[in-house]
Every structure is written in structure tokens, then in C-alpha cells.
């Protein structure tokens, strides 16, 4: 059975940074795309990033709204997912979860294509 344990989250101002991390255990890393979700206050859970596993040729691929701020990298070794966050706006204030599953390219950015999940990690981002 694969788990997560997403962690990181805080409170941060406009333009700050921060770093969360997605230990997983039960499997190894390189079998699974792994991606990074987030749920904003009252709004549906929305795509961020994700990495396609190793067998896919591990490439990388960003939800518009964080490309350029944002960056996705997994240690395979280390069996944790990254989610380095820069430059941070209020609108990027939302519970974080990490996902990982054997998801086909077309359907990486839907969060019902992941078999497993984090507990989620909250991200605010205000003065």
C-alpha cells in the first residue's frame, strides 16, 4: 500500500517562499507520476504540477498560473516529491496536496486519475 505525507505549509507573505515535500512510502518512487494539487477556500481542487515517473521519461509539466514560480523535482532515492514555491501571491493560498498514480500523459492534470493522496498541507500567503 503507497503512502504520502505531504508536509511544509505556513504562512508566508506576498513574495515569500516556500518548500513542501511528499515522503512516500510502500513503493518505490519511480514507478508513479507524482503531482501536486491544491484546493483553495471554496473553489474545486485544481492541478499545479506534476513529474511522469521514471519509465516515461520523467518530464515535467505546470498549471499556467504557477509556471515560473513554482518548481516540481523528486528524489527517487530519497522517495520524496518537492514543491519549491517562489514569489508567492495571496491567490496561491490553498490546502496542497500531493498525488501519486500511474496516470496516462493526457490525463495528468485530473486529480480523479490518482490512486493515492497526502493529507494535505495548508499554504497561506498574506501580509
Known amino acids: 500500500q503507497v503512502q504520502l505525507a505531504d508536509a511544509g505549509g505556513g504562512l508566508v507573505q506576498p513574495g515569500g517562499s516556500l518548500r513542501l515535500s511528499c515522503s512516500v512510502s510502500?513503493?518505490?518512487?519511480?514507478?508513479?507520476?507524482m503531482a501536486w494539487f491544491r484546493q483553495p477556500p471554496g473553489k474545486e481542487r485544481e492541478f499545479v504540477a506534476a513529474v511522469r515517473s521514471k519509465s516515461s521519461g520523467g518530464r515535467i509539466y505546470y498549471a499556467d498560473s504557477v509556471k515560473d514560480r513554482f518548481t516540481i523535482s523528486r528524489d527517487n532515492a530519497k522517495y520524496t516529491v518537492y514543491l519549491q514555491m517562489d514569489s508567492l501571491k495571496p491567490e496561491d493560498t490553498a490546502v496542497y496536496y500531493c498525488?501519486?498514480?500511474?496516470?496516462?500523459?493526457?490525463?495528468?492534470?485530473?486529480?480523479?486519475?490518482?490512486?493515492?493522496w497526502g493529507q494535505g498541507t495548508q499554504v497561506t500567503v498574506s501580509s
Open positions: 510502500g513503493s518505490s518512487l519511480s514507478d508513479y507520476s
Open positions: 498525488a501519486a498514480g500511474r496516470v496516462i500523459l493526457s490525463s495528468l492534470r485530473s486529480h480523479n486519475r490518482y490512486n493515492y
